[in-house]
């Protein structure tokens, strides 16, 4: 009579062995007070390229289930109502899905963006109150101090790592040769709790998750009467601001070349 094998063992260990190695996040979680208990149950949050965009990129969103993504804290947030929405009307008051609609296109050439081509300016403000803090006193609460490349001071968020990534980026930034600084210093601003103009909709900069290179080698399509696309920042800041995760509104058709905004949900993976 041949052998019988149990082969849910290999099976098992199969299938644990191709996530860990496609992952590119693997946390163990366990209960805070784990060192008291005798039987713990031990969770595992894979983070694969293949999740949410959302999911992949905060720390504070867990999962994405039944059309509503799910936070740390167990609260929720609408993911998608299923509207179809104008440009002008996904500006006003996107859901998280349309905030996705258009791809950022990171590390390419600089080109004049076709129309309307503005990936990460569909901002769902709930969303963002729920990363960062639901009002200016929660947001204060999450701020750190940084030194910028001058020796002035800035203020970011140290939630969802937006700290830690422009941390990275002003590090790499002191490596550029000389020419460069004037671009860079001095800065046009960071943290500063406004709304858009001419809008309702609060600013990325109140949240604390945006920066403002040197105005004065910026171009911005609001000043420009010609509405020309205008860029003068070379294409070596861009790129180190993009491999930490932050989109710049020079690849926005409603061009805003001074602006970096922290949005890893649009990179496929940042550094």
């Given at each position: 009579m041949p052998k019988r094998y149990n082969l849910l063992p290999l099976a098992l260990f199969l299938l644990v062995k191709?996530?860990?190695?496609?992952?590119?996040?693997?946390?163990?979680?366990a209960p805070k007070n784990y060192?008291?208990?005798?039987?713990?149950?031990?969770?595992?949050?894979?983070?694969t390229s293949k999740q949410n965009s959302f999911v992949r990129a905060y720390p504070s969103i867990v999962a994405l289930k039944d059309n509503k993504l799910i936070f740390e804290d167990n609260s929720t947030l609408t993911y998608s109502d299923s509207k179809e929405r104008t440009f002008k009307e996904k500006l006003k008051n996107p859901t998280p899905k349309d905030?996705?609609?258009?791809?950022?296109?990171?590390?390419?050439k600089?080109?004049?963006?076709?129309?309307?081509?503005?990936s990460g300016r569909f901002r769902n403000e709930k969303l963002f109150?729920?990363?960062?803090?639901?009002?200016?006193?929660?947001?204060?609460k999450n701020l750190t101090k940084l030194t910028w490349l001058d020796g002035s001071t800035i203020y970011f968020n140290k939630r969802q790592n937006a700290l830690k990534q422009l941390q990275k980026v002003i590090d790499e930034l002191k490596t550029l040769p000389s020419e460069y600084k004037k671009f860079l210093s001095p800065i046009g601003g960071a943290f500063y709790y406004r709304y858009i103009k001419d809008t309702e909709r609060l600013s990325t900069h109140s949240f604390a998750i945006a920066i403002d290179l040197n105005v004065a080698n910026s171009s911005y399509w609001k000043w420009d009467k010609t509405y020309r696309y205008k860029n003068k920042l070379p294409l070596k800041?861009?790129?180190i601001f993009e491999k930490y995760g932050f989109i710049w509104g020079g690849r926005w058709y409603h061009y805003d070349t001074?602006?970096?905004e922290y949005r890893p949900e649009l990179f496929e993976s940042i550094d």
């Open positions: 191709s996530f860990i190695l496609h992952a590119k996040e693997f946390k163990i979680l060192q008291n208990q005798k039987n713990i149950t031990v969770m595992f949050k894979i983070k905030m996705l609609s258009i791809a950022y296109k990171p590390s390419i600089i080109t004049p963006p076709t129309k309307n081509d503005d109150k729920k990363l960062y803090g639901k009002n200016k006193a929660e947001i204060e800041i861009v790129e001074m602006h970096f």
